[in-house]
C-alpha cells in the first residue's frame, strides 16, 4: 500500500483519488520519543473513539470521516482485515490548517504554568487568584503551531489571523469553542471532565471539515469528575502512568528509551479502555 504519511501513532495510507486510510497503531509517545513497547489497545480505542464523536457532532459540523466499516474500504485493503479491523477508518483527503485548535476549559499543564507567571494564559488575561486545575466557566481558545518534531507552540491571536486569515480563524475559534462546550457538557454526566482539547480542520474544497483525531485520550486532558479536587494536579486517563514512571527512573528524554515495565503498560491500557467505556456507554470490542 502507498503511504502516505507515518507519525508518531498513526500510519496514513493513499485509498484512490481523494480519500485516505488511517491506522492508528499501539505505539505510544511521551516527552516527544516513541516508547519501545506499544500499549494494548491503544490504537483501537483512538480510532472507534473518535468515530464516536464525528458522529456525535455529525449534525453540527461536516467532518472527513466515512467509515470504519472494511467491507467498504477500497478491494485492495481487503486482504489486511486482521490488521485493520477496529483501529482504522476511512477518510476524505482535505487540506489541513496549519494550526492545532486549543481549547482550554480548567487551568492545567502549560495554560497553569503561564498564567502563574504572567495572570495570562496564551495572552487571555483571566480573573486574578485562580488555583491549578480551577474551571473557566468560559472556555478560552488557545490556538498553536503544528510542530512535525518536538512540542507544538502556543501562538497569539493575531498570529493566527497572520497564517491562516482572519474569517477563518473566526470560523475555527467559533467551531472549535462551540464542540468543546458540548462535549464538555456530555462528558461531565458520563464522569469525565475534559480539562482541554485539540481539534484540527481542513479544508475540502472550499468547505471547512473537522479532521484527525477528536477527544481522545490522546489529544485531550480527561480527568475522573469523581475526586476532582481544585488546587493541584488531577489523575487523568492517558499515558500518566507512563509519565510518572519515566520522571521516577530520572530518563533524560532523549532516546532511546527505558524500558517500561509490564505493569505500566497495563495500568495505561487499562485507563485508555475506561475512558471509552464511560464516554461510550460501551466496553471496547
Known amino acids: 500500500m502507498k503511504l502516505f504519511s507515518r507519525g508518531k501513532v498513526r500510519d496514513i495510507y493513499e485509498a484512490g483519488d481523494d480519500r485516505l486510510l488511517i491506522v492508528a497503531t499501539d505505539r505510544l509517545s511521551a516527552f516527544d520519543v516513541v516508547m519501545a513497547e506499544g500499549i494494548p489497545d491503544k490504537g483501537r ?32 485493503f481487503q486482504r ?16 489541513p490548517f496549519p494550526i492545532e485548535c486549543v481549547v482550554r476549559g480548567y487551568l492545567a499543564g502549560s495554560g497553569w504554568n503561564d498564567y502563574r507567571a504572567t495572570g495570562k494564559v496564551c495572552g487571555i488575561e483571566l480573573p486574578r487568584g485562580l488555583t491549578e486545575s480551577a474551571r473557566l466557566e468560559e472556555p478560552i481558545f488557545t490556538p498553536a503551531t503544528k510542530a512535525q518534531e518536538g512540542h507544538d507552540e502556543n501562538i497569539s491571536w493575531q498570529e493566527t489571523v497572520d497564517r491562516i486569515g482572519e474569517a477563518a480563524a473566526e470560523r475555527l475559534r467559533e467551531s ?47 480527568w475522573p469528575k469523581d475526586g476532582y479536587v481544585p488546587g493541584q494536579a488531577q489523575p487523568s486517563f492517558d499515558k500518566q502512568w507512563v509519565r510518572d514512571y519515566l520522571v521516577s527512573v530520572g530518563w533524560n528524554k532523549q532516546p532511546p528509551p527505558p524500558s517500561l515495565p509490564r505493569e505500566v503498560v497495563g495500568k495505561t491500557s487499562e485507563k485508555y479502555r475506561e475512558a471509552y467505556r464511560l464516554l461510550t456507554g460501551h466496553t471496547l470490542n
Open 80 to 95: 489486511f482485515t486482521d490488521q485493520l479491523v477496529g483501529r482504522s477508518m476511512l477518510v476524505w483527503k482535505a487540506r
Open 45 to 76: 480505542v483512538l480510532t472507534q473513539l473518535s468515530r464516536f464523536w464525528f458522529e456525535f457532532f455529525g449534525g453540527d459540523v461536516p467532518s472527513h470521516f466515512l467509515t470504519t466499516t472494511l467491507a467498504d474500504y477500497p478491494p485492495e
Open 176 to 222: 472549535s469553542l462551540t464542540l468543546y462546550q458540548r462535549a464538555r457538557a456530555y462528558a461531565e454526566e458520563r464522569g469525565i471532565l475534559i480539562a482541554d482539547t485539540k481539534f484540527e480542520w481542513g479544508l475540502r474544497g472550499d468547505a471547512i471539515i473537522l479532521i484527525d483525531e477528536v477527544l481522545t485520550p490522546d489529544s485531550s486532558r480527561f
